[in-house]
């Protein structure tokens, strides 16, 4: 059993920035592609940032270039820069294999850009 724990959410001011971690425990083999999605109280849930096992990124257009997906075995962060209130949610770790058989998600971190 897969399981992913988020960390480095909080509470920051517009223009700041935060760096989310997600390590995941239990087997993870070198085909999964592991991700970074959000939620906002009343909105969708929508897919910030992926990477693939091969290290090819992707990301939401909302990003604007403000964001950056990297992985480290397997941990998967994500660099933030330039926060907007609107990039107020919950983040979520997701981790799956690439036919999606197996697909794993985080419990989530809160993150509030707010002056």
């Known amino acids: 059993q897969v399981q992913l724990v988020e960390s480095g959410g909080g509470l920051v001011q517009p223009g700041g920035s935060l760096r989310l971690s997600c390590a995941a425990s239990?087997?993870?083999?070198?085909?999964?592609?592991m991700g970074w999605y959000r939620q906002a109280p009343g909105m969708q849930r929508e897919r910030v940032a992926l990477?693939?096992?091969?290290?090819s990124t992707a990301y939401g257009d909302f990003v604007e270039g403000r964001f950056t997906i990297s992985r480290d075995k397997n941990t998967v962060y994500l660099q933030m820069y330039m926060l907007k209130p609107e990039d107020t949610a919950v983040y979520y770790c997701?981790?799956?294999?690439?036919?999606?058989?197996?697909?794993?998600w985080g419990q989530g971190t809160q993150v509030t850009v707010s002056s």
């Open positions: 239990g087997s993870i083999s070198a085909d999964y592609a």
């Open positions: 997701r981790a799956h294999r690439t036919d999606y058989r197996y697909d794993y």
């Open positions: 990477i693939t096992s091969g290290g």
